[in-house]
């Protein structure tokens, strides 16, 4: 109860400065950096609820990304306002993630991630040869200039999005980390086959996982579109959203909700600066280099390093 | 003995079971009967089918022929985790915790999943007290947030028997339970199980060690091979001179 309220009186204490941002940060390049880090801040939470929470790695996260990405261009296509995109691209994920789990996880270890691996593959071969979609072209989104809240430009209205968004899947990874879900998940992490040999409903529990990881997902991607205007399969398909997505969690602190939190702020943060400073081309190095240093010297992230170093 | 478990009707009852695994047959036609409050003690040489049985009732195992009822109801095609719900819960050959966990919080997992959380009108107790509870049982209180991974043999063990006890279950399958323990220990484990019948549980006990065997036991059942050659008072069973041939050979 008292880390509950440690954790909302952080939240209420946290949210006011950074919502405020737009009001004195005047550098728009400033938001395009941040908005980027919490895209990133979403995809590893999510990837943790599944990977972990309940041990399953999932090399299928750019897909989950780009369902909700594409997901806001049928919507837009289609004339429906950006919040109705927003709740499609989530629900549609959320819908590949349960379909997917039902045909994928009765396999185990490395057979489960090269599972997800290729319905990366298959979705991407799919989009590309989808006229409707943009196809191997690509599409384009045109959006207003201006924030619609009258902050000033577009990406101000963009960033209070994914910061609400990058808030909502926190809290939800923290309350399923504290609940029965997440009890049962880590059940099958720690020994699938007890956990089901003691009453754990383990394929349920792994579906709901898949679910709600896939529709945060997804949920990151649907204002994609809107930041970069311009969608093709290539960027939204990127490995450095399946990279990235692995990486952060594991640098951070698997199966803890801070975990992905950190180390999605701590890479992203470090591309974003790198991106400015050498070039963007350096950043998939640069999550390797960092995620090779953690493996070796801090093999439980962050979390484990923090930890260990107050002597808990 | 037979029959107060043909009057009552029985809790478990495996008829004609059959599993193969390749070509290889582990189980054939074999029968079983378990009825309320009974322990069974079930024997073989190495090989013979005991845990491919327990695996098959508890069904981690599917089965390839015959049928398995609980409480008169086919529970051939449940999953594990439904078959828990139902009422039966097993400890594992080779302890299995959930290794990052707490002595505590492995037993939480279980009343919280097992359909055993919910209070009845004469136990208010919170489902923290009943872990507790449960964990004072197998004398685990010291260690209770300790992470399951620095136990010891015995205390793995008595963890063990402490989850499957958490899902409250009508049967309780203890497959090797007293594996690789001392004589001291071995009574310790032993007596926890022969306690359950006090609590109306029935238990079917898989084990090597023939004193705890011939204690423990009101039935014996003898599996050789795939095959049951003995169903009896154990006394009788052991004397028999199909089980000693199976045993000590020709």
């Known amino acids: 109860m008292n880390k509950n309220r440690n954790f909302y009186l952080g939240l209420v204490l946290v949210l006011p400065l950074l919502a405020s941002l737009p009001f004195w940060v005047q550098s728009e390049y400033f938001f395009f950096a941040a908005y980027s880090v919490l895209q990133f801040v979403i995809l590893a939470v999510a990837w943790n609820i599944l990977g972990g929470y309940a041990g399953y790695v999932n090399f299928g996260s750019a897909a989950f990304f780009a369902i909700g990405a594409y997901s806001t261009i049928v919507g837009y296509k289609l004339h429906f306002p950006q919040g109705a995109n927003i709740l499609l691209g989530t629900f549609m994920a959320g819908l590949v993630g349960l379909g997917m789990g039902y045909i994928t996880l009765r396999l185990k270890g490395v057979f489960f991630s090269i599972a997800t691996l290729a319905m990366s593959v298959v979705l991407l071969t799919i989009v590309t040869n989808t006229p409707f979609l943009g196809g191997a072209r690509g599409v384009y989104v045109i959006v207003s200039r201006e924030s619609p809240v009258g902050t000033g430009p577009y990406i101000h209205w963009l960033y209070f999005l994914i910061l609400a968004m990058a808030v909502v899947s926190v809290i939800i990874s923290r309350i399923i980390e504290h609940s029965w879900l997440g009890q049962g998940l880590m059940a099958i992490r720690d020994d699938e086959m007890a956990a089901e040999g003691l009453g754990v409903p383990t394929l349920k529990l792994k579906l709901i996982a898949t679910s709600i990881s896939g529709a945060l997902m997804g949920l990151a991607g649907t204002t994609f579109p809107y930041l970069i205007t311009y969608v093709e399969p290539t960027a939204t398909f990127n490995l450095s959203f399946a990279v990235n997505s692995i990486a952060m969690p594991i640098v951070g602190g698997l199966g803890t909700w801070i975990g992905p939190l950190l180390g999605a702020l701590l890479l992203g943060s470090i591309q974003q600066i790198a991106s400015v400073t050498l070039s963007s081309s350096w950043n998939l190095l640069i999550v390797g280099g960092v995620l090779v240093l953690f493996v070796t010297l801090a093999p439980n992230g962050l979390v484990g390093f923090f930890k260990k170093w107050s002597g808990k | ?250």
């Open chain 2, 1 to 250: 003995m037979e029959n107060t478990t043909q009057t009552q009707m029985p809790l478990v009852k495996v008829s004609a079971v059959t599993k193969k695994f390749g070509g290889f047959t582990a189980l054939s036609n074999v029968d079983l009967v378990i009825a309320p409050g009974e322990r069974v003690g079930l024997i073989g040489p190495n090989g013979s089918g005991k845990s491919t049985l327990v695996n098959c009732i508890s069904g981690m195992l599917k089965i390839d022929g015959g049928s398995i009822e609980f409480a008169g109801e086919n529970i051939s095609s449940l999953p594990p985790h439904a078959r828990v719900h139902a009422g039966i819960a097993r400890s594992f050959q080779i302890p299995r915790p959930f290794k990052t966990m707490t002595v505590f919080e492995n037993i939480m997992v279980v009343l919280n999943f097992s359909g055993n959380d919910r209070k009845s009108a004469d136990d208010l107790r919170s489902t923290e007290e009943r872990a507790m509870d449960i964990v004072q049982g197998v004398g685990l209180h010291s260690k209770k947030d300790h992470v399951s991974a620095s136990l010891t043999q015995v205390e793995l063990r008595k963890l063990e028997l402490a989850r499957a006890m958490a899902a409250n279950p009508k049967v309780l399958i203890a497959d090797e339970a007293l594996a690789g323990l001392s004589g001291a220990e071995v009574d310790e484990i032993l007596d926890l199980i022969m306690g359950m019948k006090e609590k109306g549980v029935s238990v079917l006990m898989i084990e090597h060690i023939m004193s705890a065997v011939m204690r423990f036991s009101e039935r014996l059942v003898v599996l050789v091979a795939g095959n049951k050659i003995a169903d009896g008072l154990p006394q009788d069973v052991i004397n028999n001179p199909e089980v000693i041939k199976a045993y000590l050979g020709e």
